[in-house]
């Protein structure tokens, strides 16, 4: 007759998680920025070129409703946000937040509006030129609150139109 004998591996792993040791939250964060530092050249020329994308796509608009327009720009301005804090710009991806919900309100209720399309990609164009010349705090506030309520203004008719 055979024994079944059970093994039970020590896994290194688990063993290494109870071990104290290891890099502390603070270190973590300071060698984090020290990556983003590196990366921050190469974030500048990733907005400036998301910016320049969303600029000549918003140059083809048409002039009637074009729902395939809309989500070009939208897809544009998705697949910047994170840059602008990766470059030291988080209002940059704040714009193209707003941008988004803007054409997403516009989608939603089949309105053509370029004007309000036109602030948000200008105000992207200063945002991205403003890193360079290092806009205040204050302005840029300002501007970020203009964009929300223009943003507003349009999801408040996509409610209205829904209710």
């Not at 290891?22 to 020290?34: C, F, H, I, P, S």
């Not at 500048?44 to 002039?63: G, H, M, Y």
């Not at 399309?117 to 991205?128: E, G, K």
Request: proline share 4%; hydrophobic share 45%; charged share 15%.
């Amino acid at each position: 007759m055979s024994s079944v004998r059970y093994v039970f591996p020590k896994l290194r792993l688990a063993s290494q998680l109870r071990e104290a040791g290891g890099l502390t939250v603070a270190d973590a964060v300071v060698a984090a920025q020290e990556n983003l530092e590196i990366l921050r050249p190469q974030g500048l020329t990733a907005l400036q070129a998301a910016v320049s994308d969303a600029t000549e796509c918003f140059k083809r608009f048409p002039a009637t409703y074009d729902d395939a327009a809309l989500q070009e720009l939208y897809a544009i301005s998705a697949r910047a946000v994170g840059i602008g804090a990766i470059c030291g710009a988080p209002a940059a991806d704040t714009a193209f937040i707003s941008l988004c919900a803007l054409l997403d309100h516009l989608s939603t209720s089949r309105r053509w509006d370029p004007q309000p399309v036109s602030v948000h990609v200008q105000t992207l164009q200063l945002l991205a030129a403003g890193i360079r010349q290092k806009l205040d705090a204050k302005a840029i506030n300002q501007i970020l609150a203009g964009l929300q309520k223009v943003t507003g203004r349009y999801s408040g008719q996509v409610a209205a139109a829904a209710g």
